[in-house]
């Protein structure tokens, strides 16, 4: 297996796909682009033409010349794997931009779902995020209640971000082609969340079980709390909800009411 392959690396070759990304990311001069996955540079020299600084991370390092071959005094290229590179630290050296940071790229899907987790985690750091990504991650993000996509990923972004899904690609439009279709979502922070969480992580666990097994109903996985055998029941009757109800029925503010009548037990 090639190094290119092994990271996963579908470069964009699409031009008139690469000007519609760049319209959705939507680079200004007062802003900073922290590019992830920064390839041979298709989105970053376009990105630097038009935001006021771009930081373009890139793990494979056969491809940083590509990105310092031109000289441009706005992009400082980083030879780093995203997944350790220390982002407060890096965004905190860039005051000029605070609260103007924005987080983009064409993401290998290997590493698509940490990512998005820990921008979730440090989400202080962005103001929005435009990521190509696998289209079933970007179905789940963007699902809404009542439909099979649903999932606790889908509740902790919406919570956060008002969630966007703009057009998929073909794997035409990638060298070499992947062998899934991508989609360009775009994650802008709300400037309030949708509602207030206490304990995000115990919060992001209590998701993962209401879940747990997609024919289950939510009642019986609730059963698996470490709660009185009444306590399910008697939450699911306060919120007008029966029994054979399944988790993906509920909506963001059930779960979030949910939460709020169990956790303290």
């Known amino acids: 297996m090639s190094r290119r392959k092994a990271l996963g690396q579908h470069f964009l070759v699409n ?32 990105l630097s033409e038009r935001a006021g600084k771009v930081i373009a991370v890139e793990k494979d390092k056969a491809l940083i010349p590509f990105l310092v071959g031109e000289k441009r005094d706005n992009l400082i290229v ?4 995203v997944l350790r590179l220390k982002l407060r630290d ?9 609260g103007k940071v ?15 987790f820990r921008i979730l985690k440090e989400r ?3 103001s ?5 990504l696998q289209k079933e991650v970007a179905e789940r993000i963007a699902a809404r209640p009542g439909t099979k996509d649903f999932a606790p990923l889908s509740i902790l972004f919406q919570i956060y971000f008002e969630v966007r899904r703009h057009f998929d690609v073909a794997p035409g439009s990638f060298a070499p ?33 209401c879940f747990a097994g997609r024919r289950k109903t939510l009642f019986n996985n609730l059963k698996r709390l470490p ?33 709020d009548l169990l956790s303290p037990l």
């Open 15 to 46: 031009a008139s796909l690469i000007r519609k990304i760049i319209a959705v990311i939507s680079p200004r001069p007062d802003e900073l682009v922290l590019e992830i996955g920064a390839g041979k540079g298709a989105l970053t020299f376009p």
């Open 78 to 81: 980083l030879e780093q794997d």
């Open 124 to 126: 202080d750091l962005f």
């Open 102 to 116: 924005k987080i983009a790229g064409n993401l290998p899907y290997s590493i698509s779902t940490p990512l998005l």
């Open 177 to 209: 082609p992947p062998r899934v279709t991508s989609t360009l979502i775009s994650l802008t922070k709300r400037e309030r969340p949708l509602h207030e969480i206490r304990d995000e992580k115990r919060f992001g666990d209590f998701l993962r079980l």
């Open 227 to 259: 709660l009185p055998a009444d306590a399910g029941r008697k939450a699911l009757e306060r919120l007008g909800l029966p029994e054979t109800i399944r988790a993906e029925q509920l909506t963001i503010a059930n779960f979030v009411r949910l939460y």
């Open 90 to 98: 890096l965004l905190d050296r860039e005051k000029s931009f605070l």
């Open 128 to 132: 929005a995020g435009v990521f190509l």
